[in-house]
């Protein structure tokens, strides 16, 4: 069964990982789009982003909440954001079915890795397996990402 690569970008980073990882799996990209797109400011985006992980806002989603069906396998990636996922993946959380699901979390970030992102995966998903993960910063090479995939899939 082809795993589900999810993922919320807002720079571009985090989709070229997303990329990397399906063509590496052949598994099938699912891009998260929030209804109102974050500024196109980065001074501006950081303050929303800050206003929307401090009172856990989920922004409803435009593009990706649709059921997941038979794949057992789903990478779910993110920009760390203030050392979490980004708003847009937790709407997917909360409105998608992941039970029994695996989740391989992944991330591009500016040096802090995953943050606290794996220990919020856990709290949001509960009754999913929750895999370690990789984070990397938007330097990574092709070759590392798939030596990783190869030893840990
Ligand atoms: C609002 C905002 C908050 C960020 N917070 C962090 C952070 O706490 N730690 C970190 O290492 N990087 C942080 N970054 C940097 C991004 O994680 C990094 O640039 C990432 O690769 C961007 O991915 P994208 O192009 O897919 O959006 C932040 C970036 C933005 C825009």
């Known amino acids: 069964m082809k795993p589900i690569i999810v993922y919320y970008s807002y720079s571009g980073i985090t989709r070229?990982?997303?990329e990397d990882i399906a063509l590496i799996t052949d598994g099938d990209l699912?891009?998260?789009q929030p209804q109102q797109p974050y500024s196109f400011s980065y001074n501006t985006a950081v303050k929303e982003v800050r206003e929307e992980i401090e009172k856990g806002y989920c922004p409803p989603l435009m593009r990706g909440a649709e059921a997941i069906g038979n794949a057992e396998v789903i990478f779910v990636g993110s920009?760390?954001?203030?050392k979490t996922f980004?708003?847009?993946v937790?709407?997917?959380l909360r409105t998608v079915d992941l039970d029994g699901k695996t989740i391989i979390p992944f991330c591009t970030h500016g040096g802090g890795g995953f943050g606290r992102m794996?220990?919020?995966y856990k709290r949001e998903?509960?009754?999913s397996?929750?895999?370690d993960g990789i984070a990397l910063k938007g330097d990574y090479s092709f070759d590392e990402l798939k030596a990783w995939l190869d030893h840990n899939l």
Do not use: M, V, Y
């Not at 920009?79 to 203030?82: A, D, E, I, S």
């Open 129 to 131: 397996i929750i895999k």
């Open 86 to 88: 980004a708003p847009p």
């Open 30 to 32: 699912r891009e998260l």
């Open 90 to 92: 937790r709407s997917f």
């Open 16 to 18: 070229r990982l997303a």
């Open 125 to 127: 998903c509960e009754h």
């Open 79 to 82: 920009p760390n954001w203030l």
């Open 118 to 120: 794996i220990e919020d």
